[in-house]
């Protein structure tokens, strides 16, 4: 907590003291914060940013909330709550090695809608073991509890270990990887999973949603705007232990590893810039991803009109292959390039890129 002010502090003072438009709160479990530890994060970022954001979210368990954090969070002036539902059943969250049961789900709503907050459910398909009608059941239960926006994402397990592993509880990453190879080898396949993801853009769009992004679905006037600031590629900073930042084009992270990131606090060491970063090309992808679409004729006045002729080019030696729908200069993914979006992204890539699937 210490390295996090100090943190937040020192960026504060570099950036000028910027406003800060919106907020998240997020990377692991933030509801478990005690209320002084809320409070003094508050104070950090007061005392370095004009803190008067239109959005500001924080992720919770739904086993973790009680009145007194959700106050401090309120005072704190967060708007929103994204809950980690991952499954509105006992066997799925079970499937997924989730700690929190399933009625702790509709109290945790209840909870963040006594204070104000608008909500978020997250949820996850493709569990091992998990039937259409599973998926139906979790979808009809997550919208009867009326939650403002859903994000539904396909359960992916990496086979390699990832920095943060090392800050995990536990048995450690060989206890992870025995569980993730098994958990995979009874996924559904790519075809069940095609057809868990339309069931999705069907029932919640019959429900009143706007299937806006991918993985993400709101009611009117409730998209996340924070995350609508990365799918833009606009500016981000990013602060504690793995947190990555977008300023002025440029892409970089803080160390992952705990330890690590409190020593690198102490001696102010510089982020970790990503050197193969290509904005016109992250700007393109991201674009994709909403269902506004990629308007190449902004693109061209942010990127000249080089690189979107490339683009154009690239987009267009797809037609015929129902992954895209053009309306006169500007592209969106179809239905069918929603789920072989990554057949779209990577006739993106510069040509000195090998990508390996």
Same mark, same amino acid.
């Given at each position: ?24 709160? +997020? ?96 949820? @996850?398909? +493709? &569990? ?17 509890? +009326? ?17 943060? /592993? ?12 025995? &569980? ?12 069940? @999973? ?13 429900? +009143? ?21 990365? &799918? ?48 016109? /090309? ?43 729908? &053009? ?31």
């Amino acid at each position: 907590m210490e390295a996090l002010e100090v943190e937040i502090r020192r960026e504060g003072l570099r950036l000028g003291r910027p406003r800060v438009a919106t907020l998240y709160v +997020g990377g692991g479990t933030p509801s478990l914060l005690e209320p002084t530890e809320i409070e003094r994060l508050a104070s950090a970022l007061r005392d370095a940013f004009a803190l008067r954001p239109v959005e500001a979210t924080v992720e919770a368990n739904p086993a973790t909330l009680d009145r007194a954090r959700l106050e401090s969070w309120a005072a704190l002036g967060i708007t929103r709550l994204s809950l980690g539902a991952q499954s509105m059943s006992a066997a799925g969250l079970h499937a997924l090695g989730r700690t929190h049961q399933p009625q702790d789900i509709a109290p945790a709503v209840a909870a963040a809608r006594s204070v104000g907050f608008d909500v978020n459910l997250d949820l @996850i398909f +493709g &569990w091992p073991g998990q039937t259409v009608d599973a998926w139906h059941d979790d979808l009809a239960a997550a919208v009867a509890l +009326g939650p403002d926006h859903l994000s539904c994402y396909p359960l992916e397990l990496a086979l390699e270990p990832e920095e943060a /592993v090392a800050n995990w509880p536990g048995a450690g990453w060989r206890s992870v990887e025995r &569980w993730r190879r098994r958990a995979a080898a009874s996924q559904p396949d790519d075809a069940g @999973i095609a057809c868990l993801y339309e069931l999705a853009e069907r029932v919640l769009g019959q429900s +009143g949603y706007r299937h806006y992004e991918i993985a993400n679905w709101a009611l009117p006037g409730k998209r996340c705007r924070h995350n609508l600031g990365y &799918w833009r590629n606009g500016d981000w900073l990013g602060i504690g232990a793995g947190a990555h930042s977008h300023l002025a084009g440029v892409r970089s992270r803080d160390v992952g590893v705990l330890p690590a990131y409190i020593a690198a606090i102490d001696r102010d060491d510089e982020r970790i810039v990503d050197s193969t970063a290509e904005a016109a /090309v992250d700007t393109a992808m991201l674009a994709l991803r909403l269902d506004d679409g990629l308007d190449l004729v902004r693109y061209a006045s942010r990127f000249g009109q080089d690189a979107a002729a490339r683009v154009r080019t690239a987009l267009r030696s797809l037609d015929g292959t129902r992954l895209l729908r &053009w309306s006169g200069e500007r592209v969106r993914l179809t239905a069918r390039g929603r789920l072989l979006a990554n057949e779209v992204f990577v006739r993106l890539l510069p040509d000195d890129i090998s990508v390996s699937t």
